[in-house]
Nanobody, 128 residues
Framework: QVQLVESGGGLVQAGGSLRLSCVVSGRTFSSYAMGWFRQAPGKEREFVASIMWKSVSKYYVDSVKGRFTIDRVDAKNTVYLQMNSLKPEDTAVYYC?????????????????????WGQGTQVTVSS
């Protein structure tokens, strides 16, 4: 049984930082691409960042480039999302997901359908 557990969300002022973590169990973590998505109230779930097998590629949505960093530590079965210079528009529930393959093309990694398993989400709230 594959499980993903996110942590690290919370309330932060604009300009602040948070680091999200996602621990994966039940599959060989290192073999699969990982992604972070977010969903704000009344909006569709949107892609934030992805990281491929052995970190060979990383992709970001334009709105977070230069502010967010995705990383993985295969020895810990964990993917991270470091979020700096947070803005109120970053407020959302953040989800991690594990893909069905180790490598996705950039546009493929934007799609929720490329991911097999999802965590329960962690709330990030940025106050102005």
């Amino acid at each position: 049984q594959v499980q993903l557990v996110e942590s690290g969300g919370g309330l932060v002022q604009a300009g602040g930082s948070l680091r999200l973590s996602c621990v994966v169990s039940g599959r060989t973590f290192s073999s699969y691409a990982m992604g972070w998505f977010r969903q704000a109230p009344g909006k569709e779930r949107e892609f934030v960042a992805s990281i491929m097998w052995k970190s060979v590629s990383k992709y970001y949505v334009d709105s977070v480039k230069g502010r967010f960093t995705i990383d993985r530590v295969d020895a810990k079965n964990t993917v991270y999302l470091q979020m700096n210079s947070l803005k109120p528009e970053d407020t959302a529930v953040y989800y991690c997901a594990t893909a069905a393959r180790g490598f996705l093309r950039e546009r493929e990694s934007w799609e929720t359908t490329e991911y097999q398993y999802w965590g329960q989400g962690t709330q990030v709230t940025v106050s102005s």
